[in-house]
């Protein structure tokens, strides 16, 4: 059958289970959005602003375990969600955007709302195509979707002329996808899982250390339980890792690095051999390159070629899918029948047992004083009994989030790691919540952060996803302002917000609940109430200590070692 390149698309999507789009509309997709509107194949979400449709798509994403859609038009629309484009291809996050095109004939004329998308995205995603003939569109799009989410996923734009979208031509659905170029390795190589296993068998002061990897294959969490459990080694973890292995489990140290936990820190500092799963050895966990884990052995899995040696030589590479060789793994394990020298891990678990004792997360809330922001999240967890999605924004807030709401359970912690968004949270909140509708979803957010994309509020009430926002409002950039104590002699340089809006009634403005609180006392009840809600969505903007620091703290340029603890 024939059908235009505007039918063909909203038909791929319905064949790739599309479920939700977010976009915002413009003059060269508008055949993309008249088909759309006719055809009622997927649910549309209209966000604010094209970076927030990313964000949205990336939270929805990492939620729900399936691909993000955003859609934008051309010229200025593709700018703006080259932010989103860049945080999902950081965070390895799979997601696919269209972004609309002026017409083939027009492409380097300078046209109106024309730029050079496919150069300008080249280096913010995993891949991308400009679609030139309507033949081509079916089996790009299918091509888009199985190159984001299979490898090391990420995101793929598809670029789409004006032209392109009206032409027609036969519609023929590839379901199956043979690209010569891209053929990734899932399956480790046996000898070095053999190898693999020995070492760990071997070990007298392990430590295994998992990164987003271990989310992004989802079933692997399962896994890596099992695997630390089997072999009694202490676990810690990055950012991107949290929810890995249940927060209150007596092996996990913690997140490591530069706001990691100094049990964390000082096991990765002294061990004789580190796993490394799923990881990329980023510089905010490694900190000074020459003092990271200086005698471990280091065993490295990831299923992208590229990133294994490319911080930390690894001395015992394995490429693969982290699921399919945690599996390898196990099942060698019980091939070989072993078990780790129990002599030497209850000496190594003793001196754990000793860094533990500092207690390096420690705080004290007086009730008669200033709100505390790590109270705000201590009670936040209290009141959900850790079983909220958490999204957040980027700075202090993010970091306190990070320490102080622990995880049961992966895909529970969604927030921006290796680009470091501000403004994403909120809209990766409602990605997130329209994924699970009867989840409790809660940005925990700085002022400064959300003001970056508070017009998503307007997109939370029209599409009535019921979010609720934690604002920690210190009148301050925390982060840049801890730096500039720290660093720059107090000196606060642009880095103090004199004129913020009323939060409460901004939220109460576009149609939410809002609720300002002062008092440590009002803290809990407030989350009570919020948490009530679930027809609308609700921002509390809880007034916290203005010079609260990030502790414990790595200087940049320092080993995990040298930390400071307060």
Request: charged share 20%; glycine share 10%; with cysteine.
């Amino acid at each position: 059958m024939k059908l235009s390149g505007a039918e063909i698309f909203v038909e791929c999507l319905k064949r790739e289970g599309v479920e939700i789009v977010f976009g915002y509309p413009g003059g060269v997709v508008l055949p993309i959005y008249d088909e759309i509107f006719k055809k009622d194949y997927f649910r549309h979400i209209l966000v604010r602003h094209e970076q927030a449709a990313l964000h949205a798509a990336n939270g929805y994403a990492r939620a729900a375990g399936k691909c993000g859609v955003a859609l934008v038009t051309s010229g200025p629309g593709a700018t703006n969600a080259v932010t989103g484009l860049a945080d999902s291809y950081m965070d390895s996050i799979p997601t696919v955007c269209f972004s609309g095109q002026v017409p083939t004939a027009m492409i380097g004329t300078d046209a109106f709302q024309e730029a050079d998308t496919v150069g300008i995205t080249r280096s913010a995603t995993k891949h991308n195509f400009l679609v030139k003939r309507v033949e081509d569109l079916a089996l790009t799009i299918r091509q888009a979707f199985h190159i984001a989410t299979t490898g090391r996923p990420g995101p793929v734009l598809i670029d789409i002329p004006k032209d392109v979208s009206t032409a027609t031509c036969e519609f023929h659905y590839p379901e199956k996808v043979e690209m010569r170029s891209y053929k990734p390795v899932t399956r480790g190589h046996t000898a070095q899982v053999k190898r693999a296993v020995t070492a760990l068998l071997g070990a007298k002061r392990p430590v295994i250390y998992s990164g987003g990897g271990v989310m992004n294959s989802r079933g692997s969490a399962e896994l890596l339980t099992e695997l630390m459990g089997k072999l009694n080694f202490p676990i810690t973890q990055t950012l991107m890792g949290l929810g890995g292995v249940p927060y209150d489990d007596e092996r996990f140290l913690g997140m490591l690095g530069m706001h990691g936990t100094y049990e964390a820190n000082m096991a990765v500092s002294h061990s004789d051999l580190l796993l490394a799963v799923g990881a990329r050895f980023d510089d905010r966990v490694t900190g000074k390159l020459e003092a990271f884990a200086p005698d471990a052995k280091i065993i490295h899995i990831d299923i992208d070629p590229s990133s294994i040696s490319k911080n930390v030589h690894a001395h015992l590479p394995i490429v693969g899918d982290v699921k399919v060789v945690l599996g390898q793994i196990l099942k060698e394990l019980e091939a070989k029948g072993k078990q780790p020298d129990a002599e030497a891990l209850k000496i190594w678990w003793h001196q754990i047992t000793e860094w533990r004792s500092k207690d390096c997360l420690n705080f004290t809330q007086d009730m008669n004083g200033p709100i505390k922001p790590q109270y705000v999240v201590s009670q936040l967890h209290e009141k959900t009994g850790g079983d909220a999605i958490i999204t957040t924004e980027v700075g202090q807030h993010q970091m306190w989030a990070a320490q102080f709401y622990g995880f049961k359970q992966p895909h529970r912690w969604i927030t921006s790691g290796g680009l470091g968004t501000m403004g994403f949270g909120l809209p990766a909140a409602i990605g997130a919540q329209l994924a699970f509708p009867d989840e409790t979803v809660i940005d925990i957010a700085g002022e400064s952060s959300l003001l970056m994309n508070i017009q998503e509020l307007s997109t939370a009430m029209q599409c009535k996803a019921p979010v609720k926002i934690a604002i920690l409002n210190n009148g301050f950039m925390g982060m840049v302002r801890q730096w500039q104590e720290m660093f720059f002699g107090s000196r606060y340089s642009h880095s103090y917000c004199e004129s913020l809006p009323d939060f409460a009634k901004v939220a109460e403005a576009f149609g939410g609940v809002g609720y300002r609180i002062e008092k440590p006392e009002d803290v809990g009840p407030t989350i009570e109430k919020a948490l009530a809600i679930r027809d609308r969505f609700v921002l509390m903007d809880f007034s916290v200590t203005r010079e609260e620091n990030v502790y414990p703290m790595v200087p940049a340029g320092a080993g995990l070692h040298e930390m400071v603890l307060s």
